[in-house]
Structure formats: structure tokens, C-alpha cells
């Protein structure tokens, strides 16, 4: 039993580290959608999902708060953290859901396209409470558009990972 935790416990670790570089590096690129530059492709997300079906909701929940409060030690970026943490938490919380209530009957595609959407309406959200300014739902249906297609980038990245991952990475018996 000690074994097989410590084995979780190292690629749980791997992962984690592994998501935060992901999101460092895609927040070093310009925001892709200019009219609202809060919103990302969201990259990281596939070490959500990868940390759902390997690990169970528990612990992908605690990698994901873990990951935001790690990226924002590291990227220096607290006032981002209201961003990052409400869509990571919304993706999470949707994905989780899917994953358990509706997985094989939906796709991997599918929840991380659920993920994305609302991860990106959450940011929205945030932005309209931070920045005062209701208009900014204006931008809805072009953030939505957006984000089906990160989810769907996300979503393929996640089922190749399951299926091209060495079950010995994944196997914890």
C-alpha cells in the first residue's frame, strides 16, 4: 500500500508541476481573443482531466487549487488569481460532474468543452465584478465560441494522453 501511494503521490507531483509550466508558458503569450484578454486557451486543464480519471474528483480538486495557488507564488500575479481560481474551479467542478455522472456516454471532448465554456463565462463574470462594467457580458457569445474550440483542443490532447500514457504511469494497484 505505501508503494502505490508514494507512486501516486509522485506522478500527482509530476502532473502538478507539469500543469503550472504549461500555464506559465501560455500566460506569456498574448490573450488570443483581444477583446476579452482575460480569457485563455486553458492548456493546463488536460492535467485536470488527466488528474479526474486517473485519481478521482478529491484529488483533482486539491490539484487544482494547488496549481493556482502555485502559479500565482510564482508568475507574482495575485490579481489574476480571482480569474484563474473561479475558472479553474468552475471547469472543475463541471468536469468532475460530467465525468461521473455521464462518462462513457459523453466524451472526454465533451466535458472539457463543458469546462472550458464555463470556465470562460466565470472569468467573464469576475472581470464584470472587478472592472465595474456590465458591458463585458456583451462579450459572451465570442468568449463561448472561443472556448468550445479550447475544449475541444483540450479534450483531444486528454483522450491522447489516456490512451498513449504508459499503464505503468497510470496503474496504481
Known amino acids: 500500500m505505501k ?3 508514494a507512486k501516486s503521490v509522485a506522478v500527482s507531483g509530476v502532473m502538478l508541476a507539469a ?3 504549461v500555464f506559465l508558458i501560455e500566460s506569456l503569450v498574448p ?3 483581444p477583446v476579452a484578454p482575460y480569457v485563455k486557451l486553458g492548456l493546463a486543464n488536460v492535467f485536470v482531466l488527466l488528474m479526474i480519471v486517473y485519481f478521482g474528483a478529491w484529488q483533482a ?3 487544482v487549487i494547488a496549481k493556482n495557488l502555485l502559479t500565482a507564488l510564482i508568475s ?3 490579481f489574476s488569481i ?3 481560481l473561479a475558472g479553474s474551479l468552475c471547469a472543475y467542478c463541471i468536469m468532475a460532474l460530467l465525468y461521473a455522472v455521464a462518462f462513457p456516454r459523453v466524451s472526454l471532448v465533451s466535458v472539457s468543452i463543458a469546462g472550458a465554456v464555463l470556465s470562460n463565462i466565470a472569468r467573464t463574470g469576475v472581470a464584470v465584478l472587478l472592472m465595474e462594467a456590465p458591458s463585458l457580458y ?3 457569445p465570442f468568449v463561448s465560441a472561443f472556448s468550445v474550440a479550447a475544449g475541444i483542443i483540450v479534450g483531444v490532447l486528454s483522450i491522447l494522453c489516456v490512451k498513449h500514457l504508459p499503464e505503468r504511469l497510470t496503474k496504481f494497484e
Open 3 to 5: 508503494k502505490n501511494l
Open 138 to 140: 456583451l462579450q459572451l
Open 19 to 21: 500543469a503550472c509550466i
Open 76 to 78: 507574482w500575479s495575485m
Open 31 to 33: 490573450p488570443l481573443l
Open 82 to 84: 480571482a480569474f484563474n
Open 61 to 63: 480538486f486539491l490539484f
